[in-house]
Every structure is written in C-alpha cells, then in structure tokens.
C-alpha cells in the first residue's frame, strides 16, 4: 500500500487545514474552500486564514453542496497555473464555481505522473487512451503530451468546453471530446469492439448524465469495471482507478481491479494525501493502478 502525495507541483501548496476547512495557494493567489474531511483543528489563527486569503468560498445554510465566493480586491474570477513533469508542461485555467470546485484537483498530479511514464513504456507507436469522468482534462492533456490519442468523455458539455480551452492553452490539439454518460459510452464501445492501452476512471460517488442517468457509485462500479476489462487491451496497457467517496478504502480500489482485471504487473494501491505546511496529512482519494 503506497501513501502519494504532490512532490513538485510549484503552482500549488497547502498552506493549512482544519475545522473543516483547507487554505491552499494556486500560482499566486490564495483561496479558503471547505473541506469535509478536515476534521481537526488547524494550525494558523483565524486571522491568518483571514489575512492571507484572496478569495473565500460560503458555503449556503440549506445547501452545503453549493454557496458562493467573497473575492478581496485584485483577485480575479479565472486565472491559469502551470504543471510541469519531465519534458511535459501543461496550463490549467482555474475558475470559482458556485460548487467550491475550481477546475484542478492538485492531489491528482501523482497520477499525471504514473499516465506519463505508462504512455511512454508501452511498446505502441501511438497508444489509444480513454479517460472516464475527465471533468476539466488533467489527465488528458497529459496522455496527450506523452503521444496518446486521447478520447475525453464527461457528461457535462461546459466542463468539456473548459477542457478544451486548457487543452489550447496547453499547446496541444487532437483530443476526442464527448459528451455523454460514461457507462453509456463503454457500453457501445464494447458493442463496437473497441479497444484502449490506457483506461483512467475518476467516478463520483454520485451524478447525472446529459440525459438525467442515474449514477450511483456502490450500484454502478461492478458493471463499469466489467466493461473496462473488455475494452483494455490484454497487453500493452494500463489502467488508473481513482475513487474519492467519504469512507472508501483503498482496499475498495484494489478489490475492484483485481476482481475484474486479474493478474497485472506491477499493481499498486494506496491513499492520495497532500500535507499542508505544519505537515498535516489531508487525504484527497483512494486509487489502484496496474499494467498489462
């Protein structure tokens, strides 16, 4: 079991956490957002918290899913920051949404790295990489950076509007966007005969597809699993489970892989955590790994 944490990621730090809050710099500014699984106390006064940050999330009394955000002077609503690995750099724009989210999950970047390197070790001239649940395309601009042909699918066509935009600015072109459902995607992908080298699933606990289904973690995993074992190549290939649901083991992740995708090399599972700078050990997601 491994424990991952972001060790070069220079646009982000976590400068503190706690009471259910988190403090985090991106690039050059500083934003105050909740945090669920903060449970303890931090380590800066309230003050600090107050001082430093330029922009920070209220979340609404009958809604904490959603709120909204009190900006100080200067500080803008999008701005972009920079992710650099080997001879890889990719731009992320940012953004202040009314769900807290911002369009990054930083804790993610280990696993940039883990897609990167598996592009670069499989024996294919131009690997065909799929990513499921792609929300805001870290991941596919990565695997594009490494030479893949990449097909992004969300259920969300402004989220994909938004991976396209850093896919832009990122230099890069020729990624496959589409809108729809992702179990409705494998499903005809498997009908197709389709197959991928890479296979990278970030499932929420719980969402909706651009025709209202119903995705509930707990009742849709076996299935998407299923399909994803016919759909990844039986050498040459590699696949990335990440799963961030509220009581999840990683010992979830690794059953999952290792119940429909039996005997991978080099198999690896584990927590996602980032520390913030009194080292706190905030954890962000649980994931599974392997190769083919």
Known sequence: ML????LHFTDYELIDSGNFEKLER???YILRRPEPQAVWLPSLPESEWKLKANASFIKEKNNPEKGEWHLQKGMPEQWFISYRYKNMQIQMRLGLTAFRHIG???????NWDYIYDAIHSLSVAQPRVLNLFAYTGGASLVARAA???VTHV???KPVITWSRENMEASGLEGIRWVVED????VRREVKRGNTYHGIILDPPA???GPDGEKWVLEDSIGEMMQLCSQLLETAHAFILLNLYSMGFSSLIAANLVNAYL?????????????PDNTEKKLPLGVFCRGKR
């Open 154 to 156: 969300d259920s969300v």
């Open 147 to 149: 030479g893949a042909a």
């Open 26 to 28: 991106f690039g050059k």
């Open 182 to 185: 992702a179990l409705k995607f």
């Open 206 to 208: 719980y969402g909706r």
């Open 3 to 6: 424990l991952l944490n972001p």
């Open 262 to 274: 039996p005997g991978l090399k080099y198999p690896e599972y584990g927590e996602l955590f980032i």
């Open 104 to 110: 990054i999950f930083p804790e993610q970047s280990v």
